[in-house]
C-alpha cells in the first residue's frame, strides 16, 4: 500500500516507542518525513529505518513543550516539502505517583509536554493543513477516557487532548481538516517499561489500568495511525479511538 505518496507527515516523539512504529509504517506507504523529538541519537536510528523504506526524512531535535521550538519545526518542514498533510503528535511523558505527591514542577512538566505542545503544534500546521484538505493525529491514551488511580496528572492531561481534538474536528470540519485522537491502553515500549510504580499503592485500585489482552506492540498503533491518517479514513473526524484489548470497554 502506498496510502502516503505525495503526502508529508510530522511526527513527535519520532525517537522511540510509537513515534518511532509509526514513521517507518508511513515511511513503508510512501510519506516524506518531517521527525522531531527531544532525543536526537533515537532520532537519527529512526532516520536511517526510513531511509531504508526509500523514504525522504528530515530530523529536528526539539523540545516540543517549547512553543518557539514547535514553531521552527514547522517552519522548517513546510520550508523544505513546500506542504504539510498529516501531523502526528506522539510524544509524551508519564508518572505514577499519589497525588498528593506530584510537585509544581511535575505537574508543569505534565502539562507542558503532553498538553500544550499539542495546542501549539495544531495551531501552528492548521493553516498548512488547510491548504492540503491534510489531517491531525493526537496520541491520547485510555487514561484519557477513564480516570486511573495514581496517574492523575497523566489522565488530566490525556482527557484533555481526546477533547481538544474533538472541538478541533468540529471546527475545522469545513475545511475539510480531520482531527482524530488515539487511546492505547499498555503498549510495549520504554515510556510503559520505565514506570515506577511507589511501593505502598493500592493494587486493587490499579486492576482498570491493565488491559485484558496482554500489552501492545508499537507497531500495532502504528497501524491505527496510518489507517486514521489515510484517505480511507475520509468520513471518520472527532473520534477517539480506544486500541485497549477492551480496558475501557465495561
Ligand atoms: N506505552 C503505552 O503504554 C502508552 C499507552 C497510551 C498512550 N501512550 C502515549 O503514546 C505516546 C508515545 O509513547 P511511547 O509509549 O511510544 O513512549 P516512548 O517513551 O517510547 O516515546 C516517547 C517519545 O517522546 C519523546 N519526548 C518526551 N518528552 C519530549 C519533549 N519535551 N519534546 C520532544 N519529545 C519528547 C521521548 O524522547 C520519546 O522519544 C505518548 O503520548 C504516550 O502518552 C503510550
Known amino acids: 500500500m502506498q496510502r502516503f505518496s505525495n503526502k508529508v507527515v510530522f511526527i513527535t516523539g519520532a525517537a522511540s516507542g510509537i513515534g518511532r512504529a509509526t514513521a517507518i509504517r508511513l515511511a513503508s506507504e510512501g510519506a516524506s518525513l518531517s521527525l522531531c523529538d527531544?532525543?536526537?541519537k533515537g532520532l537519527a536510528t529512526t532516520q536511517k529505518a526510513c531511509e531504508e523504506q526509500g523514504a525522504k526524512t528530515t530530523i529536528y531535535q526539539?523540545?516540543?513543550?517549547?512553543?518557539d521550538e514547535c514553531a521552527k519545526a514547522i517552519e522548517a518542514c513546510v520550508t523544505q516539502y513546500g506542504q504539510l498533510d498529516v501531523l502526528?503528535?506522539?510524544?509524551g511523558i508519564a508518572q505514577l505517583q499519589h497525588f498528593t505527591d506530584i510537585t509544581l514542577a511535575e505537574w508543569n512538566k505534565m502539562l507542558g509536554v503532553n498538553l500544550s505542545s499539542v495546542f501549539y503544534l495544531c495551531q501552528l500546521a492548521m493553516?498548512?493543513?488547510i491548504k492540503t484538505k491534510g489531517?491531525?493525529?493526537n496520541m491520547a491514551s485510555s487514561a484519557g477516557l477513564v480516570?486511573?488511580?495514581y496517574m492523575s496528572s497523566y489522565c488530566a492531561t490525556k482527557a484533555a487532548v481526546v477533547n481538544l481534538s474533538k472541538s478541533l474536528a468540529i471546527e475545522y470540519s469545513r475545511h475539510s481538516v480531520r482531527v482524530n485522537a488515539l487511546c492505547p491502553g499498555n503498549v510495549k515500549t520504554p515510556l510503559a517499561s520505565k514506570l515506577n510504580?511507589?511501593?505502598d499503592v493500592d493494587k486493587h485500585l490499579m486492576r482498570l489500568m491493565f488491559p485484558l489482552l496482554e500489552g501492545a506492540q508499537a507497531s500495532e498503533i502504528a497501524a491505527a495511525v496510518a489507517y486514521l491518517g489515510s484517505d480511507e479514513a475520509r468520513f471518520i473526524t472527532g473520534a477517539a479511538l480506544p486500541i485497549d484489548g477492551a480496558q475501557t470497554a465495561g
Open 38 to 40: 527531544i532525543d536526537d
Open 62 to 67: 526539539c523540545d516540543i513543550s517549547n512553543y
Open 88 to 91: 502526528c503528535n506522539i510524544a
Open 127 to 129: 493553516p498548512h493543513l
Open 135 to 137: 489531517n491531525i493525529l
Open 147 to 149: 480516570g486511573q488511580a
Open 197 to 199: 510504580i511507589p511501593a
